[in-house]
């Protein structure tokens, strides 16, 4: 693509802010949902576990397809249609194992897409990829808007309803990538070297494991940060808003990313990224009764998911190159998901009031676990 094309930038937008919309209203919320239907902390987990346990194999599926044919984008007009379809069996499931199916087969095609979508966006972006971050800014943003308005309402409505504004949220993502205009990706033979000579490469790997690292860190966050602090004494509103301020301070970061990664470079900025995502979480199991600290650690998103998120995009791509690149965002996916999978579902066993401190600790160290492994990897391999 030349650098002289405009991106479809709003178009690709309102795909990333509809498709985190949905995000933002599950990720604090279906705990929630879930406590309310009378599940314990186990089944929880579990269920949480199920979603993200879907981007092990779904990422990967979709990847090797859209690698191998070039059809990114109607892939990913095929799934979001498909969240719709699977969602609608939320509003009759109501037991373990009914729910258990549901989520199973929305998450396999909600945690499909993202991978491909990204390969998409850098495809239109070309020559300005350096701009990616001003396009996944909307996303947030989309996150914001669920994330915080559904808070302010289940002060004054049941959480019950949370399945059907993320329905509406759904559709909205499937309408939204019917507006992007398709565009040429390269296919798996125009790939100059396989995936697996590409992940043998000590700072592939290493990247990798630290990146799996920081999602297994984040899984309390993701499946009981809201419950925890229900626990002491925090209105849904309220939480709403912490969660919300998480996002905008993402914001802020992803508006100047693109003048600030080229100055502080990919791999210093992971590294950054990870001790201040430790900081957080030790901030937020220990100082969880302080207001003003659980507000200042919200605010480290920007650095424990934004900063790392930015950097890594911009690190899959130079490791993977075009024809590649859905596997890349695949395995990144994967990762992601296979973190958080796990982690929820330990979480689930191990949670109670008085250990939600120590969980969150225990955080802390996965992130200098992999400040470690990137920092040690960097000696027998070049960091860039």
Request: proline residues 4%; contains cysteine; charged residues 10%.
């Amino acid at each position: 693509m030349s650098s002289a094309a405009r991106p479809p930038f709003v178009a690709l937008g309102a795909f990333y802010f509809f498709y985190f919309a949905v995000i933002g209203g599950f990720m604090p919320y279906w705990g929630l949902y879930l406590q309310s239907l009378g599940f314990n902390a186990a089944a929880i987990g579990e269920l949480m576990a199920v979603v993200m346990a879907t981007r092990i194999i779904a990422p990967n599926f979709w990847g090797y397809i859209a690698d191998t044919t070039g059809q990114r984008l109607r892939l990913v007009r095929i799934g979001a249609l498909m969240i719709c379809v699977g969602w609608l069996g939320v509003f009759i499931a109501r037991e373990f194992w009914p729910l258990a199916a549901v989520l199973l087969a929305y998450g396999f095609f909600q945690n499909a897409i993202l991978a491909q979508f990204e390969a998409v966006t850098m495809a239109h972006l070309g020559d300005q990829r350096a701009r990616y971050s001003q396009v996944r800014v909307w996303g947030s943003l989309g996150f914001i808007v669920t994330g915080t308005g559904l808070g302010l309402a289940f002060d004054y409505y049941p959480v019950s309803a949370l399945p059907l504004a993320l329905l509406a949220c759904a559709v909205a993502t499937w309408l939204a990538s019917l507006w992007v205009p398709d565009i040429a990706t390269p296919t798996r033979q125009a790939a100059q070297a396989s995936v697996w000579q590409t992940l043998k490469r000590t700072p592939v790997w290493s990247f990798f494991l630290a990146h799996f690292l920081l999602q297994l860190s984040h899984a309390p966050y993701y499946t009981f940060y809201s419950i925890f602090l229900e626990e002491h004494g925090y209105s849904r509103s309220h939480i709403g808003w912490l969660w919300g301020v998480g996002v905008l301070a993402e914001v802020g970061i992803f508006l100047v990313m693109h003048r600030f990664l080229p100055w502080v470079g990919e791999y210093r900025l992971m590294l950054i990224s990870l001790l201040l995502a430790a900081l957080r979480w030790i901030l937020i199991g220990q100082f969880v009764d302080s207001v003003v600290i659980i507000w200042l650690a919200q605010l480290l998103h920007a650095a424990s998911f934004a900063t790392f998120h930015a950097a890594a995009m911009a690190r899959v791509y130079r490791y993977f190159g075009d024809g590649n690149q859905g596997q890349g965002q695949a395995i990144y996916s994967m990762l992601w998901g296979t973190g958080v999978a796990l982690g929820s579902w330990w979480v689930g066993m191990v949670w109670a009031p008085d250990t939600g401190p120590w969980v969150f600790t225990a955080a802390a160290g996965l992130c200098v676990m992999a400040f470690v492994l990137m920092s040690t990897a960097a000696r027998y391999g070049r960091a860039a």
